[in-house]
């Protein structure tokens, strides 16, 4: 099974007020174990960083207006995430952003049911207790030292990690080959299971009987 863990930074809150995506970061994992394939872009967002938002992410308008606008990683983001399911924490906002930037180039949009939100999965399994990814990582002792900022890669690292211990996958899917499945099914009936039994001789008996003599002040051999 292969998946996306997908997290977005973005100029502000709400799309009704024209904020735009300024960060994308992506990892395939395939059967939870994650892959050496990385989809990440920082993005011109066209407009200006809300103060909020800088506080967040730290990315200054500066530095965002010298990256590709979004119209330009397009396809190479649908084509990183094609016929993958998306894990996203807090599914609804990212997929806004990304739903408003996908219109805006004129390209379908994502379809919510190919996404696993794993903040629901949270209040599911912690229902009334805190079930942002510090809050999680904290519960499944993951260091996220590395987050003194929101970046869209690091989240995706995290949240990774955290999506595996709350589908309590917490070992790795093995995904053998036929050639390899056909090697491991081995039928143990059919092993002859051979142990040779060696009896000692009347010799080698009567030596260990007078070595007991010899040694031990006590015994029960007189």
Do not use: W
Request: glycine share 2%; with cysteine; aromatic share 8%.
């Amino acid at each position: 099974m292969i998946e996306v863990v997908l997290d977005t930074e973005t100029t502000g809150l709400n799309v009704k007020e024209d904020h735009r995506i300024v960060e994308i970061g992506c990892i395939e994992l395939k059967n939870q174990i994650p892959t050496s394939k990385k989809f990440h872009f920082y993005i011109n967002p066209e407009r200006k960083v809300s103060e909020k938002a800088f506080e967040v992410h730290g990315y200054t308008d500066e530095f965002l207006a010298s990256q590709k606008k979004f119209s330009e990683i397009c396809d190479e983001f649908l084509d990183f995430i094609k016929d993958k399911k998306l894990v996203i924490h807090n599914a609804a906002f990212d997929l806004a952003h990304l739903n408003n930037e996908l219109s805006l180039v004129h390209r379908s949009i994502i379809d919510k049911k190919n996404v696993i939100d794993t903040l629901e999965l949270a209040k599911n399994k912690f229902p009334g207790s805190a079930v942002n990814l510090d809050a999680l990582c904290k519960r499944f002792q993951i260091d996220n030292s590395k987050r003194k900022k929101h970046t869209a890669l690091i989240d995706c690292e995290l949240l990774s990690k955290v999506y595996i211990n709350l589908i309590d996958q917490k070992e790795p899917t093995l995904d053998f080959t036929e050639k390899e499945k056909e090697i491991l099914n081995i039928n143990l009936n059919n092993l002859i299971y051979c142990k040779k039994i060696i009896n000692p001789t009347q010799a080698e008996l009567n030596n260990h009987k007078e070595y007991l003599k010899t040694n031990f002040k006590k015994n029960f051999f007189n």
